[in-house]
């Protein structure tokens, strides 16, 4: 572990050190960027993948989905490898896993160990997507703790729009995504790319701290007090008294607990946990990952060329960019119940719109037997827009809203392991979500929009319901 240099608690770090935090919490929220980019960027290959394996709508959405059960399987193990090796050293698997499955899916012999390599992949996005929030919750400060969680959303999003940037500067320069570019088909450039950010995931994870929480739960005391010192600033027995706050939340009882102890009465965090499952799996069933990974042959089987379809894909990222910032920007202030009410009520209605375009399409089949949506110039406007609007109201309360509550709403002693869960069943969710969405949408586009749109009333209720407020409480005061 490369940290700084040694330092001596006293007046002098009076003060946290606000630097430090955002640079720990960006380093770790590079995980973020990979997860945003490794599953989107499929969205400008799919169609040249499909086309040079011979495959249909089943098989091309088992082929990009079976990359989610691998994430689900990685968010289910990365818990208990974190609390047993700590979080540092599961990034830097995170890193490995990620270069290797990219660079294996850019260079496959087939459709069957391209799925294999995508699934490393999603190993790779499944360890990161519980790590880099747990370890950005624990080391940030209560009173910034939802803008720096929230840095990890940014992570994404901006993984997101890298991806779709490389796919339609790709596709631009080779002429299409089947097209070779210096000797490689431009949808294999577009994979093995993200061998590139893996890579300097992997150096970042040399210069940051491992978790205090890890720290003081492996008896590693004194390293633990000297990162609390810097980023949470205050005098010696400020310090002290954090620590102990620490010892007493990671509980006298040591032991990993199991899902079977999680749900039990022993513990009393049950509810809690089910809590973060229904929020992790809610963010999904609204079909926000539809938009990423299938934009571009959605919007073509509506009319628009490809070079038109991934450059909608681009605007979609941007949208998305803006308001992620604009939830770092509130979510501090304003809370994170707030928040996420917003947002349902946004993609309800942004989803209801866009169903009722879809309603109004002319169905046809192509000479594939594959349905064809025709919508007028005014209807394909407003699903162009009511598409964006739901993307915008997503971004900036259920995208990064929920990884933030996930990393705040569980105890010291089980966040590692609940998160993991939580984080699972979000996987899990989204292989449903798109494994099933070609399927559906070749029956009824409109009817499966307007699924998408009940699942975002649902959320409304949700969080009336079971959504407490976590806005400025330490994390030893969660549960």
Known sequence: MAYSESR???????NADVAHAVLFAAAAALGGFLFGYDTAVINGAVGAIRD???????????????????????????GRIADKLGRIRVMRIAAVLFMIGALGSAFPFGIVDLTLWRVVGGLAV??????????????SP??????????????IVLGIAVSQLVNYALSAAAGGARNNLLGIEAWQWMLAV???????????????????????????????????????????DVVTKRMEEI?????????????KALFSKKLGVGPLVLVGIGLAALQQFVGINVIFYYSSTLWQSVGFGEDRSLLISVVSAVVNIVGTLVAIAVIDRIGRRPLLLIGSVGMA????????????????????????????????TIALIAANAFVF?????????????????????????????????NWLSNFLVSATFPALADWNLSLTYGLYAAMAVLSIGFVVKFVKETKGRTLEEAG
Do not use: K
């Open 126 to 139: 499944g360890f990161a997507s519980v790590i880099s929030p747990a370890y950005i919750a624990e080391i």
């Open 247 to 259: 010892r007493i939340s990671l509980g006298e009882d040591r032991t990993r607990p199991s899902l």
């Open 393 to 425: 109201f997503f971004a900036l309360s259920w995208g990064p809203v929920v990884w933030v509550l996930i990393s705040e709403l569980f105890p010291n002693r089980i966040r590692a392991v609940a998160v993991g869960v939580a984080t699972a069943a």
């Open 194 to 236: 993200a061998a590139i950010p893996a890579l300097i995931y992997l150096i970042m994870t040399l210069t940051i701290p491992e978790s205090p929480r890890f720290l003081v739960a492996n008896g590693r005391t004194a390293e633990a007090r000297e990162i609390i010192a810097d980023l949470e600033g205050g005098s010696d």
């Open 142 to 155: 209560a009173s910034m703790r939802g803008r720096l969680g929230s840095m990890y959303q940014l992570a």
């Open 52 to 78: 040079r394996y011979d495959i249909g709508a089943g098989a091309t959405g088992l082929s990009v989905s079976l990359t989610l059960v691998g994430a689900a399987v990685g968010a289910w193990l990365a």
């Open 349 to 380: 209605i942004s989803l209801g719109t866009a169903a009722v375009c879809f309603h109004s399409a002319e169905i046809t089949r192509n000479a594939d037997g594959e349905s064809v949506a025709t919508l007028s110039d005014t209807n394909g």
């Open 8 to 14: 001596e608690i006293g007046p002098n770090s009076a």
